[in-house]
């Protein structure tokens, strides 16, 4: 995708305001951002310099998971919730790339995602993208992309990768979840990776980001204590290592330098439906 220029943005697209998927676009090294979702980061970055990895991290936990959902379970349908904008190793260029015949359905209700997803996400008769509010899980599953394209009688893989630290409790992000996994069947997997309170020393930090981003010109960014995401997994059983923080999650290989303190304020984890 080109840069965005503000003389030529439709008019749909209202660049007065931050947009989550830009924002993210831009903390991941992208272009597809106007100043005022730059300016959310860059708040940000003044009391946590290496506020960057918190996406980085969290786009390197959906490629790890999807690369392990692929080669280690028989799912080879995937529902990923809050596609964002696309980038290098989109869900369906990993899991395709190890089961060719994977079905990979994309939901986003961003304006900027909604302009471009479908074209560029779209690539090939395995997937889909489609317009939906993630926090309705009747409505994304009853939608008729979704209908046709998934077997719901069949293992799915459900991602929410970065997307439910930006729904306020009044959203009721546990019971979205309680939802998503009755609806769907036994054998279903569901991927979360969520913005993280640790509760210790690092805490301060996760308090300070989530005062800048909930009021930043994004409006959201929620970190959640362990009992609160653990909620986000009812009745499912954790893949090891449960919760961790992503870099964590069985990385690539032994980890030679330090982390940074807000690599320890996002976490992610894997549960399955018995
Ligand atoms: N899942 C991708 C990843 O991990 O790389 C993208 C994460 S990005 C931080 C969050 C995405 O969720 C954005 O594209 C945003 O538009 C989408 N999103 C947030 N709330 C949503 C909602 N209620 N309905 C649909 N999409 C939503």
Known sequence: MSQPSEGTTPAYIDTSKA???RVYDYALGGKD???VDRETIE???KIAPEVNELAVDNRAFLIRAARFLSTQTSITQFLDCGSGLPTAENTH???QRL???SRVVYV???PTVIAHGRALLEENEFTRFTAA???RPDEVLDDPVVQDFLDLDRPVALFQIGTIHHFDDSDRPQEVMQRYVERLPVGSVF???HFFDPENEDSDLARRMEQIFVHSPMGSGRFRTRSEIEGLFPGLEMINPGIVPCYQWWPDGPQLRTEDPVQRCIVAGIGIKR
């Open 191 to 193: 991927a979360v990776a």
């Open 43 to 45: 708040r940000v970055r």
């Open 19 to 21: 947009s989550i998927a």
């Open 99 to 101: 089961q060719p015949e």
């Open 108 to 110: 986003d209700n961003d």
């Open 133 to 135: 509010d993630i926090r």
């Open 33 to 35: 951002n106007y100043a």
């Open 93 to 95: 260029q990993v899991v």
